[in-house]
C-alpha cells in the first residue's frame, strides 16, 4: 500500500506491475442534494486515510444502444460521487514527471475513465502520470436550462484540471507540463477548454482525437432539455428536474435521445455558448489565436463514420437517391459525390456518403485549424489513423486508435472493436509519439506548415507521413 497526501487528505493506492495506481478519488463533491445541476464544488476534507484502490461511481447513464454496446463496453459503477478522477503514477515520490489527462468521449452522454482500454499503465510504465477523469453526463452535464449555469460537465472538467494543477505534485507529477487529451466528445470538450478563461494557465499541450471544435447557441440545445422534461411532465427547469429519480430522467432521455448518430444528425447534448466557461464559438475563437502558445496533436481515423453506418446497416440502406437527398440537404459541394466516388472505385453510395460525412465533421474542421494556427505561437502536428480492423468490416473507425495509443490490445474490451491480432508494433509507435509530445511537444515528425504533412498510422504500406492526402477532395471544402 503507498499512501500520499493531497489537499483534501490522505489517500492509500495500490501496486500494479511495478505502477502506483489510486482511483476513485474526489475532486469535487457529489452532485446530489442542493449541489445537483450546480456547478462543482471542492470535496470536503476527511480525517484518516482514504481508500483509492477502487474505480468510483461513474455518472447517470444508460448502456451504449445495440449493436455498439457489443462494440463499445460501457461499464457502470454505482454511487453518487462521480466527480472522481484516478492516477497511474511510476513513483509517487520521484517526478517531476509529465502529466496527461484523459477526458473520454461518449456523445456527452456515455462513457467513463473506468473503460479497461483507458488502463493508465503504459504511460506510467514510459515516465508519464496519467489522470483520467469522470464528469457529469447527459441532462445532469449539458442540460440547458433558465436557472442553472450551462456547461455543467465542462466546468467539472475544469475542476478536474484544478486539482491536477493542485495535487499532481504529491504523486511525481509537474503541474507546469500536463497535457490534456480526449477522443470524440472528449476532444471537443478540450477544444472548447483551450478557448474558456476558466481553464487558462491549466495545461499546455492538447491531444484532439476525432473531435473538432463545436457549440452552439443555448436556444439550439435547449429543445433536448425541453423534450425530456415534457416527456416527464415538468417544467424545464433546473429545481423541477433536480425532483425527478435519477432512473426516470435516465429513461426519459434515453426515449427522447434514441436514434442517429454524430454523422447523420440526432437529438443530443452540446456544449452551448454560453458567455462565461465559454465566451464565444470555439472554432472561430481558436481560429482568432485563442489557444496561442500551447501545441496541439490533433487528427481523425480514415473510416470514421463505419462505427455507425456497418453494424447498423445504414451503409447499405443508402441508394443513390438518397445520397443525392442527403447532400443536398447538408449543402456539401455539388461535385463531392463525383469526386469522391472516384477515389474510391466501387465504393456504394452509403461509403461514399460516410467518407463525405467523415470529411465535412472532422478532417476538413481540423485542417482549417491548422491552417488558421500557421505562423503563431505553438506547433501543430496532424495524425490520421488508417489501420482497418477485421472486425464486421468496421475499417478504420471512430475510436479504433484507442486501444493502440493506450497500448492496451490485450484487453478484451479494446478487441472488441480490433480482434485478437492487431498489430502491436503500430501500438507502441502511436503510443510513444503520444508520450513524445507530452513530454517535450513533439510527436516525432514535421509540425504542419504549408506542405500540409500528416502522420499516417497503420496504412497499407506502412506508418508514414503523407504530404497533403486526398488533397483534390478537401479542396472542395474552400
Excluded at 455498439?68 to 492516477?87: H, Q, R, S, W
Excluded at 452551448?272 to 490533433?298: C, F, K, Q, S
Aim: aromatic residues 8%; negative net charge.
Amino acid at each position: 500500500m503507498t499512501v500520499v497526501t493531497t489537499g483534501h487528505g490522505r489517500l492509500s493506492g495500490t501496486e500494479e506491475d511495478g505502477i502506483t495506481v489510486f482511483r476513485g478519488i474526489p475532486y469535487a463533491a457529489a452532485p446530489v442534494g442542493p449541489l445537483r445541476f450546480r456547478p462543482p464544488e471542492p470535496p470536503a476534507a476527511w480525517d484518516g486515510v482514504l481508500d483509492a484502490t477502487a474505480f468510483g461511481p461513474t455518472a447517470p447513464k444508460t448502456p451504449y444502444p445495440a449493436p455498439l454496446d457489443e462494440l463499445l463496453p460501457d461499464p457502470d459503477v454505482p454511487g453518487d460521487a462521480c466527480l472522481n478522477l484516478n492516477v497511474w503514477t511510476p513513483d509517487p515520490g520521484g517526478g517531476p514527471l509529465p502529466v496527461m489527462v484523459w477526458i473520454h468521449g461518449g456523445s456527452l452522454r456515455n462513457g467513463s475513465s473506468a473503460v479497461p482500454t483507458y488502463d493508465g499503465r503504459a504511460f506510467a510504465r514510459d515516465g508519464v502520470v496519467l489522470v483520467s477523469v469522470n464528469y457529469r453526463l447527459g441532462i445532469e452535464g449539458f442540460g440547458v436550462f433558465p436557472d442553472a449555469p450551462a456547461n455543467l460537465g465542462l466546468r467539472d472538467q475544469i475542476a478536474a484540471l484544478g486539482w491536477v494543477r493542485d495535487n499532481i505534485r504529491a504523486f511525481g507529477g509537474d503541474p507546469g507540463n500536463v497535457t490534456v487529451f480526449g477522443e470524440s466528445a472528449g476532444a471537443i470538450s478540450i477544444a472548447a477548454l483551450l478557448t474558456s478563461p476558466h481553464a487558462k494557465g491549466l495545461f499546455r499541450r492538447a491531444v484532439l482525437q476525432s473531435g473538432a471544435p463545436a457549440a452552439v447557441a443555448p436556444d439550439t440545445a435547449r429543445p433536448t432539455t425541453t423534450a425530456i422534461a415534457e416527456r416527464l411532465g415538468v417544467a424545464a427547469t433546473a429545481e423541477a428536474l433536480a425532483r425527478v429519480g435519477r432512473a426516470e430522467l435516465l429513461a426519459a432521455q434515453t426515449a427522447v435521445t434514441h436514434g442517429g448518430n454524430p454523422l447523420t444528425g440526432t437529438t443530443g447534448f452540446h456544449l452551448v455558448v454560453d458567455g462565461d466557461v465559454l465566451p464565444r464559438d470555439p472554432a472561430a475563437a481558436l481560429a482568432d489565436g485563442a489557444a496561442d502558445g500551447i501545441d496541439l496533436l490533433m487528427g481523425s481515423t480514415t473510416d470514421e463514420y463505419r462505427l455507425w453506418f456497418v453494424p447498423s446497416g445504414l451503409v447499405d440502406r443508402i441508394n443513390a437517391v438518397a445520397l443525392r437527398l442527403v447532400l443536398l440537404k447538408q449543402r456539401a459541394p455539388w461535385r463531392a459525390a463525383r469526386v469522391y466516388r472516384a477515389a474510391r472505385p466501387g465504393a456504394s453510395p452509403g461509403e461514399v456518403l460516410g467518407a463525405i460525412a467523415t470529411d465535412k465533421l472532422l478532417r476538413i474542421p481540423l485542417n482549417r485549424l491548422a491552417d488558421a494556427r500557421a505562423g503563431r505561437p505553438g506547433r501543430t502536428f496532424l495524425y490520421e489513423f488508417a489501420w482497418p480492423s477485421p472486425v464486421l468490416g468496421l475499417g478504420a473507425c471512430h475510436a479504433l486508435e484507442l486501444g493502440f495509443v493506450f497500448d492496451t490490445l490485450d484487453s478484451a474490451d479494446t478487441r472488441a472493436l480490433t480482434g485478437p491480432d492487431a498489430p502491436r508494433e503500430l501500438a507502441r509507435a502511436m503510443h510513444a509519439a503520444w508520450v513524445a509530445f507530452a513530454a517535450a511537444g513533439d510527436p516525432g515528425w514535421a509540425p504542419w506548415s504549408t506542405e500540409r504533412p500528416v502522420m499516417t498510422f497503420g496504412a497499407a504500406d506502412g506508418s508514414a507521413v503523407v504530404r497533403a492526402p486526398r488533397e483534390r477532395e478537401r479542396r472542395l471544402w474552400e
